[in-house]
């Protein structure tokens, strides 16, 4: 039967002191940059720079870098349209991000994509997907390709607490589970699908125990601590590596900003997103970082600078590139070599 925790995220403070100075520092540049990336896409969205959807990350920074540290090269990553963050977090050139919100040619997806539909293929990153709860069969068929190339790698998928109604969801966890694949899926549970919350939609709170229907290992996570993510996303890791198949994980976070540009968010109360910025997952890492003195005050606010310079160059190189040439429209459609009697 599948192993649930049940009502409260399961933390282990009682392990926490096994984490390097060298991985609280990488989470602490990882989780920074992701925050000012964001915070400066939503600057340049109110100037009409970037334009279409966007959907910010800030406040749920944890729940990929906790993952890209627990996980190895060669494993795949999926997401849905709340995507900037998974592909900075693993290695993605911000420069490359920022271009493709301004709709540049040098953008990750060549220009074409946009803000919800960035892929890295260099990094492992297969997107950024519009359709809610589209990338969970995808996740799905990724690991089946790990498998049955007899690979060592795996598939994370993630999706937000809204695309688990949708009957994707149930059919891959079924195939996945059926199959022995080797994924773990995130649900992202920041409490809202779009406005309205987990409580109105559903009759099941703790999402996680949705994976008992298919007896899948599943467990609620504290996804406002990087490092109990760090802990589940490697134990699940384990299990898939070992071939005991796919694990169902909900990292239990919360966005600071409304579910897009264009939400105001007037359905929170201020004392409710008060109460998760005292939890905030960057200023936890300072702390630790600052308690057991692996840098100094003046070495964080170095950090910041350094990050607030590499985020204003991505700005300028998204600037000064060249929107695509018309003709580009027409290619990528199709892989060539499969249809070699389409040309350009």
């Known amino acids: 039967m599948a192993t649930t925790t049940k009502g409260k995220s399961k933390t282990k403070s009682s392990t926490k002191s096994k984490f390097s100075k060298e991985t609280y520092m990488n ?11 964001e915070e400066k896409a939503g600057q340049l969205y109110g100037q009409q720079k970037i334009k279409g959807f966007c959907h910010l990350y800030i406040g749920q920074e944890a729940c990929v870098a906790g993952a890209a540290s627990a996980l190895k090269e060669g494993d795949k990553w999926i997401t849905a349209y709340r995507d900037h963050a998974h592909p900075i977090a693993l290695g993605s050139d911000p420069k490359a991000i920022m271009a493709e919100l301004f709709a540049k040619e040098t953008g990750i997806s060549k220009g074409k994509g946009g803000s919800m539909h960035m892929f890295d293929k260099e990094h492992h990153f297969f997107g950024g997907h519009g359709i809610v709860g589209g990338q969970v069969p995808l996740g799905a068929g ?7 190339n007899k690979t060592d790698n795996l598939c994370i998928c993630y999706m937000g607490d809204g695309a688990v109604r949708q009957g994707a969801f149930h059919e891959a966890l079924n195939l996945a589970m059926t199959w022995k694949l080797p994924v773990i899926f995130v649900i992202e549970n920041n409490g809202y699908a779009m406005g309205t919350s987990v409580k109105r939609t559903s009759n099941v709170t703790d999402l996680h125990t949705l994976g008992e229907a298919y007896d899948m290992p599943s467990e609620g996570i504290d996804a406002m601590n990087v490092e109990d993510v760090h802990e589940a996303v490697e134990k699940a890791a384990k299990r898939a590596r ?41 200023e936890q890492v300072r702390q630790i970082i600052l308690k057991k003195k692996y840098a100094s005050e003046k070495d964080i606010e170095a950090i910041e600078k350094k990050i607030k310079e590499q985020v204003a160059e991505s700005v300028s190189f998204a600037e000064e590139s060249d929107f695509p040439d018309p003709s580009e429209a027409f290619k990528d459609v199709y892989a060539q070599e499969d249809y070699p009697y389409i040309t350009d």
């Open 142 to 148: 990724i690991a089946f390709a790990e498998k049955y």
């Open 27 to 37: 989470w602490f540049e990882s989780m920074l940059l992701m925050r000012k990336f």
């Open 242 to 282: 070992k071939g005991d198949g796919p694990t169902l994980l909900e990292f239990k976070t919360y966005r600071y900003k409304g579910h897009s540009m264009s939400d105001p968010a007037k359905y929170r109360t201020k004392d409710e997103v008060e109460e998760y910025k005292s939890k905030d997952p960057i």
